[in-house]
């Protein structure tokens, strides 16, 4: 956006306790999104040019376009019938509706391609000035400049510059027109790249700031005083200054020179302004380039932030204390966010400071030069703002939509992802659940509700942050369970306007009834990343530590829930094909001088590859790596650090064998030390590795450059139970891990109900086998029964608990103020014969009992007695459900569609 001179000096005294940027009505700002974002990242609909857009501007609710295009088209599917519309690289629409005015205006040349690169209004918003490629508008001669008046949508003949070449930048004060671009000379005088005219008549002014390259962007400073000029030049006016200079606003001449202050092969692309500061977007070619931003005081035209992203950047704006910019940034590592990969068009930070704001809607490169948004502005109309976003792009957020979108200050509606939970319990009276952050495109700070059994009501509520490329699991532990019972959790997650995800999957859990003894043991001795790899769904693998925060992401679908596991009791394996799946981490950080990393692992493969390791990149191959665990293609163990060279201890024995082992490397101030199945098998006296900002992966990363290099990067076969630790284990204590892997754990059989029915005292001769109701009551009389086909014990355990679980229906008032007692069957029944009048007998005394069950759907627990139940294993066994009082408790049977409410046993067994 270009700013004037008169209405920049009047935002500077007016605005600038606020950080306001633009010249606008001050609206509230949007409550819908994670302040200090002012816009939702929910495109809307326009009208789409055929080509590129360049230049964007607005005044009184019009948004005036410019490109290099032929006609504008209705929105994608917009069902209006609405026709293509001849625009010749010039387009006026609505800003609220996006549609176009009664405003036409064709840019044509007579020779070449005619083209719009620069708009921008005078202060009093009543002129339009457009600088590009261009002969005549509406068949009125002009040179590659002209001047609109707003209200006839007419060009003012009176204004008549003559530019020799291409105009690309434009800023306007009061009385003066500023130009960059291509030309060398204006009204036929030497004009090198930069040059002023008279905002009314177009005379040329005596300002000269003669630049060796052509100049891209112009910006007049809040007090007028100085021009801040931006382009590919290295001198203006004969002195060094490459790509950025600031000159006094009369005669051209410099205040302020940047030699070497910006690389040799990077260019400004564009200049902003607000009341504290001036901001760049850059572009590079080659490497070693600069593509980020800057911004730069106006009181010493010196710097106040460098943000080094890659990926050029074409577009900057500064608005309400956010710089927005459009570019494809794909490497914010150097600024500590993600590492080179995906291109986002799209980013929102402070003035302030390089750190993104949750703000990040996405185009895709589109046509011509492949490079995404060019150019944005700000419109209001009717209360609200709109941030208009122009360009190549054929796709705003995976939809069709060309060249043109925009983002408006209300109206979020786009819900946060699902979320994707698990939950684990390794001891007595404790569960975490725990889930990755969602992801909201202008919500940073989301809320998330965890329910428990199915029910209406959040058992608890958690607030987390996440960005599109720092997502860490959040977790909330449950201590109000009871041992040997089973559990299901649901989480959502819901943004600052109340949009609210869908329920995530059921995430199931067994409370054990005895400490299971490795994964608490990895936990206690202080493992700050645990992936157990039992995950039943992608992309995320869970954290299982005691902080809970690192969890991994599934890339190109590893194996799932492999069988059996490295260690004893239902823990899963994750299964990798050698070629291209891994595991990366979330959570990007540095590693201290002492740590521990282990793994589990099982294969065959004679190719190697990397089992476990530490790299700067998650979805690609790093370009640093250490701190890793990788296996030769005949089956030995490295263990290497990066110190200037390669570190490394080979073991001597082959481990391809088919069989699960245990591995762990440690360093700290005693140096190296690799550990296989218990034993030590190798140290080193290196006591440093490569000092950088990285991810752990599993599964597979770089390995060019290290010994016994194998064919494959990638691991083809399972891995269990990995961890690390931000301390050196003890010999001790990884021999401890490798004897609890084989110590005996609980294991839990879930049986659902065989039969199920009930009987009815007013309905004496009913029965109610295939209904998806059960139904239990004193006065009348309902009585339900279940059968279940219980398991034996496996081999040397015995049933150690067993609890049972109902769910209530939806039916209102289907919960009971009433004890509901769970006896045995004495009688034969079946789930097809039984009624009222047949019904079994049943005996004493209660094996369990529900105190009362709440309104409202949910799963209900509660314990029954395990000697009861031990005698009759191996064997069909009936339970009924019984009440003395008045009020009906209704729950879902075996034949409802809701499967997490089917009765069920939760059968615990272990050691005797």
């Known amino acids: 956006m270009r700013r004037s001179r008169g209405l920049a000096a009047a935002l500077a005294l007016s605005l600038a306790g606020t950080g306001a940027g633009i010249g606008l009505g001050l609206v509230p700002q949007a409550a819908a999104v994670t302040p200090p974002v002012a816009f939702t990242a929910d495109a809307l609909s326009t009208w789409q040019p055929n080509g590129v857009v360049w230049a964007l501007a607005e005044a009184g609710g019009t948004v005036f376009v410019g490109g290099t295009f032929s006609a504008v088209r209705p929105p994608d ?11 010749v690289n010039f387009a006026a629409l609505d800003a609220a509706t996006g549609a176009p005015t009664s405003c036409h205006l064709s840019f044509t040349v007579g020779g070449g391609t ?71 000379t204006v009204a036929g005088q030497p004009r090198e790249r930069f040059a002023a005219v008279d905002a009314a008549d177009g005379a040329l002014r005596p ?85 980020g931003r800057i911004a730069l005081n106006l009181s010493d035209f010196n710097q106040r932030w460098r943000d080094t992203c890659l990926g050029a950047t074409q577009a900057v704006l500064p ?22 990969g995906q291109r986002h068009h799209l980013l929102a930070q402070p003035t302030t400071s390089v750190g993104k704001l949750g703000w990040a809607p996405d185009t895709n490169d589109g046509i011509g030069e492949g490079i995404g948004p060019r150019v944005m502005a700000v419109g209001s109309k009717g209360g609200v703002r709109y941030l208009w976003v122009g360009g190549e792009f054929t796709t705003v957020n995976g939809s069709a939509q060309q060249s043109l979108t925009r983002f408006a200050s209300t109206g979020d509606a786009g819900a946060p992802t699902v979320p994707v939970a698990t939950a684990a319990s390794f001891k007595p009276g404790e569960v975490q659940v725990r889930w990755r952050t969602s992801l909201d495109l202008d919500d940073s700070a989301l809320t998330y509700r965890i329910y428990r059994n199915g029910a209406g009501t959040p058992i608890a509520t958690v607030t987390a942050d996440s960005l599109f490329f720092k997502r860490p ?91 059996p596991g490295a260690v004893s009791g239902a823990s899963t394996a994750i299964g990798f094909n050698g070629m291209d799946n891994r595991v990366y981490g979330d959570l990007r950080q540095s590693i201290g001088g002492s740590y521990t990393i282990e793994t589990w692992f099982k294969t065959n493969t004679t190719r190697g590859g990397k089992l476990f390791g530490f790299g700067n990149n998650q979805v690609r191959g790093s370009s640093q790596y250490d701190k890793h665990v990788y296996m030769t293609n005949d089956g030995r163990l490295v263990y290497g650090v990066y110190t200037g060279a390669t570190r490394t201890i080979t073991t001597g024995a082959a481990y391809n064998d088919n069989q699960w082992h245990h591995v762990v490397a440690t360093q700290g101030p005693g140096g190296m030390v690799l550990y296989v199945d218990g034993a030590q098998k190798g140290t080193l006296a290196v006591t440093t590795h490569e000092n950088y900002a990285g991810y752990w992966h599993a599964g597979g990363d770089s390995l060019g450059g290290w010994p016994d290099r194998p064919t494959s990067e990638f691991w083809a076969g399972q891995l269990d139970e990995t961890a690390v630790y931000p301390s050196v284990l003890s010999a001790a204590q990884v021999q401890n891990h490798h004897a609890l892997a084989t110590a005996p754990a609980d294991s839990v059989v879930q049986v659902q109900a065989a039969e199920d029915t009930y009987a009815n005292a007013g309905a004496p001769d009913g029965n109610y086998g295939s209904s998806s109701s059960l139904a239990v009551r004193g006065t009348s009389l309902y009585t339900s029964y279940l059968r279940f086909n219980l398991p034996t014990a496996p081999a040397g355990t015995v049933l150690k608990s067993a609890s049972l679980s109902v769910k209530t229906s939806t039916m209102s008032g289907a919960g009971t103020a009433d004890t509901v007692s769970v006896v045995p069957v004495t009688g034969p029944w079946t789930e097809a014969g039984t009624t009222y009048n047949n019904r079994p007998a049943t005996g004493t005394p209660a094996l369990g009992s529900f105190a009362g069950v709440p309104d409202g759907s949910a799963v209900h627990t509660t314990g029954l007695s395990t000697a009861a139940l031990a005698g009759a294993l191996g064997t069909g066994y009936g339970l009924a459900l019984t009440s003395p009082g008045t009020d009906a408790l209704w729950l879902w049977s075996s034949e409802a569609t809701a499967n997490e409410g089917t009765p069920q046993l939760t059968l615990t067994f272990g050691a005797p």
């Not at 927005?324 to 590492?339: K, Q, T």
């Open 114 to 184: 005619a083209t719009v690169r620069a708009l921008t209004l005078s202060p009093d918003k009543q002129t339009l000035y457009a600088g590009g490629y261009f002969g005549a508008v509406n068949g009125t001669p002009v040179s590659s400049l002209a001047a609109i008046d707003v209200a006839t949508c007419t060009v003012k003949t009176s204004f008549r510059p003559a530019f020799a070449a291409t105009v690309r930048a434009l800023a306007v004060t009061d009385d003066t027109v500023y130009a960059g671009g291509d030309f060398l």
């Open 319 to 340: 608005y309400q204390n956010v710089l927005y910019s459009a570019s494809h940034a794909h490497d914010c590592s150097s600024v500590g966010e993600y590492p080179d």
């Open 207 to 291: 300002f000269r700031a003669d630049a060796d390259e052509p100049g891209r962007a112009v910006e007049v400073t809040p007090d007028g005083g100085n021009v801040v000029l931006g382009g590919d030049f290295f001198t203006v006016n004969g002195t060094n200054t490459h790509a950025l200079a600031v000159v006094d606003s009369t005669s051209g001449a410099l205040t302020k020179s940047y030699p070497g202050f910006i690389e040799t092969n990077s260019v400004v692309k564009d200049i902003a302004t607000d009341a504290t500061g001036f901001y760049t977007g850059h572009e590079g070619t080659g490497g070693g380039v600069f593509d």
């Open 77 to 87: 599917g917009d069902g209006s019938g609405a026709a293509e519309q001849p625009a």
């Open 473 to 563: 699991q959040a977790s909330w532990t449950d201590t109000t369970v009871a041992a040997g019972q089973s559990y299901t959790y649901r989480v959502t997650a819901t943004d600052a306007a109340g949009n609210t995800s869908a329920l995530s999957a059921t995430a199931s859990v067994t409370v054990p009834t005895s400490v299971d003894a490795y994964p608490n043991q990895v936990r206690a001795d202080g493992a700050q990343l645990f992936w157990r790899y039992d995950d039943a769904s992608l992309p995320n693998a869970a954290d299982s530590s005691g902080s809970g925060n690192q969890n991994g992401v599934h890339l190109n679908a590893p194996a799932l829930r492999q069988t």
